[in-house]
């Protein structure tokens, strides 16, 4: 992305450069330069569509990251490389995309287009994944196929080494506990579990939840336990936003906020966070939550709806890419399921551009990740080419 503004400031120094020297353009009703034999009037001036990885072919069409324009078609540069996900790369070597785009090698390296597993640790094997070709996993720690493939551990266990007798077994995750149930046993948070509250067995009785560890009164949904009586904390003035939080004298709770009047959307008798503008939510008239592109930038959006924070499918994706750029503002999705290499396997992402008709200088596209190791990671990058986000350098959405 660092790469695309940069040119695209460049090109930006160039124009102003032109017009304050007064070179004088020919141009036609629309704009069109009046270009040399050979060349072509393009948005940032004439150029050679035969060689410009910028307008490879025609203006405004963007040759992918590593690779070149030749005879006016984009090519990588060595013909033993192909295209995935915008960059060019050898599927012989390169073991994120083994002998093919998203074949991943995990634990192991890629050499003739196949991989082959580290022989250390022992426990390396190579195991489906689905819709990819097999990858190489540590059978001793990876909970989708612990100590064998297909092998996936449970909600709340992690796959650990056997002390002997096997390569990898289930355990539970901290701060969990295996507690006895019926003829099984569960992994269990005893801090929140109401059957095994404190301790194993420990069952709250009917009409009481377990908090912190402790069996306690239970209150309605939207309700908060304070003082023995079940109070809404955002609309009560003795408890505004927290247990014996009182608001002033002449003042009203308003989303657990003391204020004296409220100048944002109200629903159900609450003063909501979203500005005016917004509409409450059908469920119970509830406030819509705020969800935020790019936070802590200086492209930072927020807008709200009815799901809530960190919310991650193709749905809320296009939510998301809508509130960067709208349909009515020429936003039109790109790839509903781009996969983009991750740390383990590809995540699938959304593709949006913007594409205003009359200026291709604010052409771009985001990739909006929503699954794997790179969901909630998103990236922009001027033109028509939609770059993947990465561990190392993406940006946010919520």
């Not at 966070?273 to 509409?279: E, F, I, R, Y």
């Not at 939510?319 to 781009?338: D, F, M």
Request: hydrophobic share 30%; aromatic share 4%; glycine share 12%.
């Amino acid at each position: 992305m660092a790469g695309s503004l940069l040119r695209s400031a460049a090109r930006l120094g160039w124009l102003v450069a032109l017009v304050a020297a007064g070179v004088a353009a020919s141009c036609t009703s629309n704009s069109t330069m009046s270009c040399p034999t050979g060349q072509s009037s393009c948005a940032q001036g004439c150029t050679d569509t035969r060689t410009d990885p910028l307008h490879c072919g025609a203006c405004g069409i963007t040759c992918n990251a590593g690779s070149a324009c030749v005879a006016g078609i984009c090519t990588c540069p060595s013909p033993s490389d192909i295209s995935c996900f915008g960059v060019c790369v050898d599927s012989r070597t390169d073991a994120a995309n083994c002998g093919g785009c998203g074949n991943t090698c995990g634990q192991g390296w890629c050499g003739g287009g196949a991989c082959t597993c580290n022989s250390s640790p022992p426990t390396v094997q190579f195991c489906p994944n689905d819709p990819h070709t097999p990858t190489c996993v540590d059978i001793a720690t990876n909970p989708y196929n612990c100590n064998g493939c297909g092998l996936a551990c449970g909600t709340g266990y992690a796959c650990a080494p056997c002390a002997a007798g096997c390569a990898g077994q289930c355990v539970c995750n901290p701060p969990r506990q295996v507690c006895p149930s019926g003829a099984k046993t569960v992994c269990t948070d005893t801090s929140s579990d109401p059957s095994n509250c404190g301790i194993c067995g420990n069952v709250c009785p009917a009409g009481q939840t377990c908090s912190a560890g402790t069996c306690q009164q239970t209150c309605a949904t939207g309700l908060t336990l304070c003082s023995g009586a079940c109070v809404d904390v955002k609309t009560d003035p003795a408890n505004c936003g927290s247990c014996g939080h009182a608001c002033g004298t002449g003042q009203n709770c308003s989303a657990g906020t003391c204020q004296s009047q409220c100048t944002t959307l109200t629903c159900n008798g609450a003063c909501c966070q979203a500005p005016l503008g917004n509409t409450c939510c059908p469920s119970a008239g509830a406030c819509p939550s705020q969800h935020k592109n790019f936070p802590g930038t200086s492209m930072e959006q927020a807008y709200y709806d009815c799901t809530l924070p960190a919310t991650y499918n193709a749905t809320t994706a296009q939510v998301a890419a809508q509130a960067w750029t709208p349909a009515s503002a020429y936003g039109k999705l790109i790839n509903l399921a781009q996969m983009c290499p991750g740390s383990t396997i590809a995540s699938r992402c959304l593709a949006w551009q913007r594409d205003p008709p009359l200026s291709s200088a604010e052409r771009a596209c985001a990739v909006f990740c929503y699954d794997e190791s790179l969901q909630g990671a998103v990236t922009v990058t001027l033109g028509n080419n939609c770059e993947c986000p990465t561990v190392l350098s993406h940006l946010d959405w919520y």
